[in-house]
């Protein structure tokens, strides 16, 4: 019982009812110039002139509804005034090597294009409908109690005529008359309602290029945290190091101190530039440009390792300097993340890094020991392990179709080891 009254007691229910009256207001300055072809026809009998009027009206409110705007605007009003959740018009999907401008949207094509005008059509005639049918019955309810306007009804029954002009039966009869009223309120919002997602919800095109944004949004999201990752992660493992080394070589030998201060400032500078580009782009701002680390960057890298008191020997082959973008940075990235699990996990003694650039690939590696202590001696509290760090080392390496190794090299080594095909630079 609740259930069925429930209806009548939201207020969504009456302000679809004023979404359909406004529809079919909205269709009224149309109507004049529905009227000129049944004006020129003289000759034509009363009905035919009405239907003519009926049928070029309708015509032109379903034209109104091929217009990009006019579905913009029955989306927004439909999902304020009936409560319906409908998607925006999505921006079309842009072909792989092609940027679309901002505005271009994603045009509903075949079937798709009509369902507007259909929509707008049922609006339209909902309202009508809706409107006088659901005036009339009010005012007859407002009317009829008491006779006091000498409105009175009537039932015409055969051989019969029933009248009720006054007294209980005619507000019994205005009761009637407004819960009908407030029948068809929720008859001609439950049509509406109905019909929104199907006839205004996103298109075949629409759906796909949602799907297209979201994908791009997502692999954007991954890149970002990815870069987080490696840079954020990397400057505060190696800042955690240095600041323990600091602490006790403060007073035993003050200018080893500040040197490794001198790194954390440095590292944290660097550091706020990523952070501040990637917040630029998630607060969907106009970032600057992204900072670039390359493999030219190697060896500040490598300088901030050795402040943070380890061991490092480099081995560089080749021309590594002639690998250019999204590669050179990758590798960068590559090596970041694999010295700075060594500063996390490793223990004492050498790290190895190496970087070969041959004709036909780039090779890179990094091999630290294993097992207890750090690699600048001193105890620190163990750095929590995610495992988010090798799985987005995989996937860069998957992108740029390369292979890596990661794991025990022997009983007290680990090794992470990475080959890139490389595109030499004419």
Not at 127 to 144: E, H, N, Q
Not at 356 to 380: C, H, I, K, M, Q
């Amino acid at each position: 019982m609740i259930r069925a009254i429930r209806p009548f007691l939201r207020g969504s229910t009456y302000s679809g009812m004023l979404f359909a009256c406004g529809g079919a207001l909205a269709s009224l300055p149309l109507l004049p110039l529905a009227l000129l072809p049944a004006l020129a026809w003289h000759p034509a009998p009363q009905g035919a002139r009405i239907a003519l009027v009926l049928l070029v009206w309708a015509v032109l409110v379903g034209a109104a509804g091929l217009a990009r705007t006019t579905r913009r605007a029955l989306i927004v009003s439909a999902r304020r005034l009936l409560g319906v959740r409908l998607p925006d018009p999505a921006a079309a999907p842009r072909p792989a090597g092609r940027t679309l401008p901002a505005p271009a949207l994603a045009l509903p094509s075949g079937a798709d294009r009509w369902q507007t005008p259909l929509w707008l059509l049922l609006h339209v005639a909902l309202g009508w409908t809706g409107g006088l049918v659901s005036g009339a019955l009010l005012f007859a309810g407002l009317a009829l109690p008491g006779g006091w306007t000498g409105v009175w009804a009537g039932l015409d029954l055969p051989g019969r005529v029933v009248r009720v002009n006054g007294g209980w039966p005619s507000w019994v009869l205005a009761l009637g008359c407004v819960l009908l009223a407030a029948v068809v309120c929720v008859v001609v919002t439950n049509a509406l309602r109905w019909s929104a997602p199907r006839l205004l919800g996103p298109s075949a095109a629409e759906r796909l290029a949602l799907a297209d944004e979201r994908e791009r949004a997502l692999a954007e999201r991954n890149r970002l945290a990815h870069e987080l990752h490696d840079s954020i992660g990397h400057t505060l493992t190696a800042a955690t190091i240095q600041a323990a080394v600091a602490g006790e070589l403060l007073s035993a030998d003050p200018a080893a101190a500040r040197a490794a201060l001198r790194s954390i400032e440095e590292s944290t500078r660097a550091a706020l530039e990523d952070l501040d580009y990637v917040l630029g782009v998630l607060r969907e701002e106009k970032a600057g440009t992204a900072p670039t680390r390359t493999l030219a960057d190697l060896p500040e890298l490598l300088d901030r390792v050795r402040h943070a008191g380890a061991v490092v020997e480099p081995e560089l082959s080749g021309e590594p300097a002639q690998v250019r973008g999204t590669l050179s940075r990758a590798a960068y990235r590559i090596l970041q993340e694999g010295l700075t699990n060594a500063l996390r996990h490793g223990a004492d003694g050498p790290i190895k890094v190496r970087v070969a650039a041959t004709s036909d690939g780039l090779e890179l590696g990094v091999v630290n020991r294993t097992g207890t202590g750090t690699p600048t001696g001193t105890r620190t509290a163990a750095f929590p392990t995610s495992g988010h760090g090798l799985r987005g080392l995989a996937e860069r390496v998957r992108l740029l179709n390369g292979e890596m190794e990661a794991g025990p090299d022997g009983p007290q080594h680990w090794r992470l080891a990475v080959r890139l095909p490389v595109r030499w630079s004419a």
